[in-house]
């Protein structure tokens, strides 16, 4: 029941938003109030959740077209709690930042944000197959019309070029999932067996991996996070590339244990590749957004690390690092989107010196900065830590790549830092104070979580996959429950 | 700190050691402002990240062997065998990293000196006294792995021996007051990792205590001389301060007394002892390490004495008006104070040493650390002697060089190899940095930007086109739709035929 009223409350929130004629401030306040309701709602469902249990919790089934098997089928485990739960605190992160800079035909605009962050529960949530690709394709909509209206100079550009990747991914796993479906009579993920088919797996496989980005399917990425508003961009880089996360776990693991096996070689490889030419291209990026960008992928070429491990280690170092990497990476678009905002710029050349005088700022950016690194003692650390350690059993060099990794991070992480704080003044360096109390409510939620989690990663990595067992859980899953 | 010594497992070792770089990267610069502070900061961080990656890459492999990143877990698989010569060859290897990165060694040294833009209690506290000895601690804390590796730890001993050589040449030509006692602290790091690397544990240990005392006594003092020239740092422009400055004199030649190893104190019982040691130890590598740290003693002599002569001997040299002044006479006693105790501290701490006498230090650390040599009482007082006659003969060198007004090292090819600090920081540059960053802008320029990005933007245009086509097609004009249905019927039907 939880579950589906995680996905309904948001889409509800949207409907009201665009329907009611409020004005633009009650139009936000009501956004905000639908966003923070929804992080309640998980918070109090955290309360209730038995992370030991072997069930599927807060489950609901409704039959849908009996003839094919559809369901509406949700319900969720351990890790797709954490999922959801990043998922509404970044909603809610990003409804704020909209608030407090404004936008244009806001009823629309927070509708759609809304609709997005209910959609991403649906994906998160799903259990199964048809309903994911609804969701999956739900959350598309929304993406398509943030960036393409309310986006910077080059947003046409961007939308058709994140159109192009992202039909060409979808359409592949339409493919996948009918000839999954009806070869197997159902399309309940639980009751889903495995299958040896290597082209529905690369179908799966190639819609997640351009999801993700990995290496060749990337070319979406620079434009997309440029261009859209700084809370969309956080929105996407942060949770929207985690449903790759989601699927390859939960539907690529689970269901094609056999392609996996023949294919992890291949798909470590891209991974590291990623993960190298992602860090490689962000110490030379010469705009905030660049580098983010680009250390996402990075970052998410590390988490593809952990997930194609496929031991105990890797998928919960993958699973508490997509929670980290969401937090920080969101946190980060938000403060270069207040860092544009106050002095006209996200380009390094025309940034720098802001260090002084604006203490909070400073810190804000350090801080993010220093996660980003993955310093030793921070929950990025500890899920590089344990990602790293899972991909050295498959073979050395994977996590001798993730070691050199460590240190391009440091590079461009730092580069950014000293670009941003340090360095001359530059011309974009204009009187601007530092951070007031509503971007300080913004960000500073996103960091307390990282600092929690930093104390205890345990929080999330012990309580991901039943009996803290996540390959026997994956595997055993395509027996059915 | 104290998280990286109390850990009593491998990975919370690795979070302290890694929040200790967080702090002093945060240190160094925190004079923000200025350009070579951040430079510094940088520096130092790649530095030791490099290092953290080896030392993690060696855990890794030994969460995959071992399973457990417990010490005792650990040390019991090392020394029992289990474990195959390679993996503790490597896992020692990786420890050494980490070792080399934090305490400034070859060749992961750079750092430091540069570390020097930093405020001065902050070079007192981690860049003397305790973040930087922490790769000693490291390998004295996970000995039974080095000792499993006997060569990566002669590698320790041979690195320790370069890094002192190495750091105490290129102090005999330094200006900056701080970057002489940063190499000095390289030099002595050196000399602990030379006692690490031949198993004298408790005495490596023991110069790292002593060593912090006298070390962060001679940062604080150059600190309060620093302040006396208002922030300057070269000691070309210092000089007779002995008589203006009477107490910090004192304390500043105690401290230089105590690193050039002279009784009674604090450096001269736990340096020898470490000389003694690697007399112990014998054979070729044994005498190389004894002939190498005595050669850098004579260094130590030389150019910690030529430091002090610069500063606090002969004339005033500083040209200024006695209204710049910091107010004359000595330093306040917030600044004193804290020298003083750590002067008391260099003289005494010597002797919890005091070869066939009384030698608690050993016995504390015995439990955990068993030494690998033990040098008879004979054997320390006799290189003892040697060493100091070292020593002397280096503070009479130095002494006749500043008499004559000469430098100790003349111009020429081998000056300005020193001035260059051998060229490492260049050869880095030359070989890391630079072909990193051009590899960055290949990329982005070769390929991110012409494959990926303009390959994408004429895929987008084609499909603008093609749109802008077809929706010509979209005329209203009946006519036209009528004959596009004609002709797609009878297309159609003629499909039909044929495959029928």
């Known amino acids: 029941m939880l579950t589906t009223l995680l996905i309904v409350v948001p889409l509800a929130a949207a409907l009201l938003v665009w329907i009611l004629p409020l004005s633009a401030e009650s139009t936000a306040g009501l956004a905000l109030l639908g966003a923070l309701a929804e992080v309640g709602l998980w918070a109090g469902g955290a309360r209730n959740f038995d992370f030991s249990s072997q069930e599927q919790q807060y489950s609901a089934s409704r039959e849908w077209f009996s003839d094919l098997g559809i369901s509406y089928s949700v319900g969720l485990y351990g890790f797709q709690y954490w999922l959801v739960g990043l998922t509404v605190v970044v909603g809610a992160a990003a409804i704020g930042y909209a608030m407090w800079v404004g936008r244009d035909r806001p009823r629309a605009y927070y509708g759609l944000v809304l609709f997005l962050v209910g959609s991403l529960v649906g994906v998160f949530a799903s259990q199964d197959l048809l309903l994911f690709y609804v969701f999956f394709e739900a959350m598309l909509i929304p993406i398509y019309v943030l960036v393409g209206v309310w986006g910077g100079p080059r947003r046409v550009k961007a939308t058709l070029t994140f159109v192009l990747y992202t039909m060409f991914g979808s359409l592949l796993m339409l493919a996948s999932i009918i000839a999954f479906g009806i070869s197997q009579g159902t399309f309940e993920l639980a009751d889903l067996g495995t299958s040896s088919n290597d082209w529905i797996f690369l179908g799966f496989l190639v819609a997640f991996f351009v999801k993700a980005p990995l290496l060749p399917f990337h070319g979406w990425l620079r434009l997309s996070y440029t261009e859209a508003t700084p809370e969309v961009a956080a929105i996407l880089s942060g949770v929207v590339s985690k449903a790759a996360v989601f699927g390859l776990v939960w539907i690529v693991l689970p269901h094609f244990p056999g392609p996996v096996d023949d294919l992890r070689g291949l798909a470590l490889v891209l991974a590291a590749a990623t993960l190298v030419y992602g860090s490689v291209l962000a110490f030379r990026q010469p705009d905030i957004r660049g580098v983010i960008a680009y250390s996402s992928m990075a970052q998410m070429g590390l988490i593809m690390l952990g997930i194609f491990s496929v031991n105990d280690l890797g998928l919960d170092g993958a699973i508490l690092h997509s929670v980290n990497h969401g937090l920080v990476s969101a946190g980060f678009f938000l403060v270069a989107g207040i860092i544009e905002t106050r002095f006209g710029s996200g380009e390094l050349a025309r940034l720098g010196g802001l260090a002084k005088g604006r203490p909070a700022l400073a810190s804000v950016v350090l801080i993010l900065g220093m996660f980003t690194l993955a310093v030793p003692g921070s929950t990025n650390f500890a899920g590089e830590f344990a990602i790293l350690s899972g991909v050295f059993q498959r073979g050395w060099g994977y996590a001798a790549v993730g070691a050199a990794a460590i240190v391009l991070a440091a590079m461009y992480a730092l580069r950014l830092i000293s670009a941003i704080l340090h360095d001359r003044r530059a011309s974009a360096t204009r009187e601007s104070g530092d951070l007031v109390g509503g971007e300080l409510a913004l960000v500073l939620p996103l960091v307390a979580i990282l600092a929690v989690l930093s104390a205890w990663p345990a929080l999330v990595t012990e309580r991901s996959f039943p009996l803290d067992q996540p390959t026997s859980f994956i595997a055993g899953q395509e027996q059915g429950p | ?500």
Not at chain 2, 289 to 299: N, P
Request: one cysteine or more.
């Open chain 2, 1 to 500: 700190m104290l998280l990286l010594v109390e850990a009593g497992n491998l990975l919370l070792l690795l979070v302290g050691w890694g929040l200790v770089g967080l702090a002093s990267y945060l240190l160094i610069g925190f004079y923000h402002e200025r350009p070579s502070a951040i430079l510094a900061a940088k520096k130092a961080f790649i530095m030791n990240a490099i290092g953290d990656a080896v030392m993690a890459l060696a855990f890794f492999l030994t969460i995959a062997k071992v399973g457990s990143l417990d010490f005792s877990t650990v040390f019991d698989a090392a020394s029992s065998g289990v474990l195959s010569d390679t993996v503790v060859t490597l896992l020692a290897l990786g420890l050494l990293g980490g070792a080399v990165a934090k305490s400034a060694q070859i060749p992961l040294h750079t750092w430091l000196p540069d570390a020097m833009e930093g405020p001065t209690p902050v070079s007192a506290l981690i860049h003397a006294a305790t973040m930087v000895t922490a790769g000693v601690y490291l390998i004295c804390r996970t000995h039974p792995v080095f000792e499993a590796a006997p060569d990566i730890q002669h590698l320790a001993a041979l690195l320790g021996l370069a890094t002192l050589l190495v750091a105490g040449v290129v102090a005999l030509v330094q200006w900056d007051i701080k970057r002489v006692i940063a190499y000095s602290t390289m030099s002595q790091i050196g000399y602990m990792f030379l006692g690490a690397g031949i198993g004298a544990y408790g005495f490596a240990m023991f110069h790292l205590v002593t060593h912090a005392f006298f070390k962060a006594l001679l940062f604080l003092t150059a600190g309060i001389v620093i302040h006396r020239f208002s922030g300057e740092q070269d000691i070309r422009k210092m000089g007779g301060l002995r008589k203006e400055l009477p107490f910090t004199h004192a304390t500043f030649l105690i401290g230089t007394l105590a690193l050039v190893a002279i009784p009674p104190f604090a450096g001269f019982w736990s340096k020898d002892a470490i000389l003694a040691s690697a007399l112990a130890y014998g054979g070729a590598l044994g005498w190389i390490l004894y002939v190498g740290g005595l050669i850098g003693t004579l260094l130590t002599g030389l150019y910690a004495f030529r430091l002090y002569f610069y500063v606090f001997r002969g004339e005033p040299r500083h040209a200024e008006s006695e209204a710049e002044h910091h107010g004359a006479g000595e330093a306040p006693r917030s600044m004193t104070l804290p020298a003083l105790v750590l002067a008391i501290g260099s003289t005494v701490v010597g002797f919890l040493a005091i070869p066939g006498v009384w030698e608690p230090f050993e016995e504390w650390l015995e439990p955990v650390v068993e030494p690998l040599v033990t040098p008879s009482a004979t054997q320390e007082w006799l290189s003892s002697l040697v060493a100091v006659c070292f020593a002397s003969a280096g503070i009479y060198l130095a002494w006749r060089a500043f008499r004559a007004g000469r430098e100790l090292v003349r111009e020429g090819a081998i000056r300005d190899l020193l001035e260059h600090k051998l060229w490492f920081d260049e050869l880095y540059d030359a070989l890391f940095s630079r072909p990193a960053q051009a590899l960055a802008v290949r990329l982005r320029d070769d390929v991110e930007q012409p494959v990926v990005q303009r390959g994408l933007d004429e895929v987008a245009e084609g499909t603008l086109d093609a749109s802008a086509v077809l929706g010509r097609a979209q005329s209203g004009l009946l006519r036209t739709y009528a004959l596009a249905f004609a002709v797609s019927v009878s297309i159609l039907a003629l499909v039909f035929l044929v495959v029928r």
